[in-house]
């Protein structure tokens, strides 16, 4: 396969779509992350773009993210030209002897993306999909050693595609934001995966939890991660993701947090659950919480083609 090359973003017509080129292959195959919840607006797919830069950039990963929302947001959060081509998820779970190879685009070093678009006949043939228990690890079986993590970011909703995402992780992670109704929904959906995996005879998924828009400042905020706390235990994680507009000045630029000039809470918050979700410990002093956020400066992202 010809080796790949750097390109400024919109210095390439994205129409033809992009290839990766597949590094080192390994003996272990990937863990796959699902993150869920069947309320949207909750944060799940902003977590999932900026969990794949920290693992890369930070930690060395190499990172496949493979987008189940038709909606497409995971890769457009870290793209900043639209794609359009016809190889995406949807398509890639109807084809019967598929090529993942050929679905993946390059988004960053280490950062690789199966994007997704909404395409009626595509759809409504994924919901008419049986229930396999196996679907996505199958469809991806060639490329599941030349990465160390697949993030699968799903639909809102309790629907087929969330299910398959879910079916394939190895942990689900529910990303919770405060609010009245959290609690309950999160409970139907850790319902709802007990019922889908006894359906398909395999053990539950390990299921996680990660609190995002936290701001300790606010009471009920605070009560809220107590009362996840005592339900949950270690199964929430420590790190909370807080309250910041850096998030979304990131992703309008098509960047995660830690790649604005300046140091934030998003880069903070999202290197430490990095660092949890890995095992590894905390460094004390690194990307410290700043008491004082200065604007970034964002620079355009870059887009790997294939020369």
Not at 38 to 60: E, I, S
Not at 150 to 166: F, H
Not at 184 to 200: C, K, L, P
């Amino acid at each position: 396969m010809p080796e790949k090359s750097y390109a400024p973003a919109g210095m390439a017509d994205p129409r033809a779509g992009t290839r990766y080129t597949s590094g080192s292959a390994k003996d272990k195959q990937a863990t796959i992350l699902a993150f869920v919840n069947q309320k949207g607006g909750t944060g799940k797919t902003t977590t999932a773009q900026n969990l794949a830069v920290c693992f890369a950039k930070l930690h060395g990963q190499r990172v496949l993210c493979v987008d189940l929302d038709p909606q497409g947001n995971l890769g457009d959060g870290l793209l900043s030209i639209p794609l359009t081509t016809t190889k995406t998820t949807d398509r890639l779970l109807l084809v019967p002897k598929v090529n993942a190879a050929e679905y993946i685009i390059s988004l960053r070093p280490g950062v690789d993306l199966i994007p997704n678009r909404f395409h009626r006949e595509l759809h409504d043939g994924v919901d008419r999909l049986p229930n396999r228990g196996d679907l996505l690890r199958k469809q991806l079986s060639q490329v599941m050693t030349q990465y160390d993590y697949i993030l699968v970011d799903t639909p809102a909703g309790l629907c087929k595609s969330t299910r398959i995402g879910i079916d394939a992780a190895d942990q689900v992670i529910i990303v919770l934001s405060c609010g009245k109704y959290a609690l309950r929904g999160m409970a139907a959906v850790i319902d709802w995966i007990s019922e889908n995996s006894a359906q398909v005879g395999k053990a539950m998924p390990q299921i996680k939890l990660v609190m995002n828009n936290y701001d300790e400042r606010r009471r009920y905020d605070r009560e809220f991660k107590h009362e996840v706390e005592y339900i949950f235990g270690e199964d929430l994680y420590q790190t909370q993701i807080r309250t910041t507009v850096r998030i979304v000045e990131a992703s309008a630029h098509a960047m995660a947090a830690i790649e604005l000039s300046q140091l934030n809470t998003a880069a903070t918050d999202f290197s430490r659950l990095s660092r949890e979700i890995l095992g590894l410990p905390f460094k004390a002093g690194a990307l410290s919480n700043a008491s004082t956020e200065t604007e970034p400066q964002p620079k355009p992202a870059a887009l790997k083609l294939v020369s």
